[in-house]
């Protein structure tokens, strides 16, 4: 595989469980498992992933150069 597809496929393997557990926890605390609990999780996952990939190609840069501009100071 190319190189640079990495970082796309990477974030994306990130952000697949990240939102998976965020949709499941954010479920179970507001409704519980009540009726339609599978739909419920599966329409906040589809809204939840998109948007969570997309910030995270806006906010993993800010965050890389933040971190080597802390780590790099004596």
């Given at each position: 595989?190319?190189?640079?597809?990495?970082?796309?496929?990477n974030t994306l393997?990130v952000v697949i469980?990240?939102?998976?557990?965020?949709?499941?926890?954010?479920?179970?605390?507001?409704?519980?498992?009540?009726?339609?609990?599978?739909?419920?999780?599966?329409?906040?996952?589809?809204?939840?992933?998109?948007?969570?990939?997309?910030?995270?190609?806006?906010?993993?840069?800010?965050?890389?150069?933040?971190?080597?501009?802390?780590?790099?100071?004596?």
């Amino acid at each position: 595989m190319k190189q640079k597809y990495f970082k796309y496929i990477n974030t994306l393997f990130v952000v697949i469980p990240m939102t998976l557990i965020m949709a499941f926890v954010g479920l179970i605390r507001n409704y519980g498992f009540g009726q339609d609990w599978f739909y419920k999780f599966i329409s906040a996952w589809s809204v939840m992933l998109p948007v969570a990939y997309g910030a995270a190609f806006l906010i993993i840069p800010n965050a890389r150069k933040l971190a080597e501009k802390f780590c790099s100071k004596p």
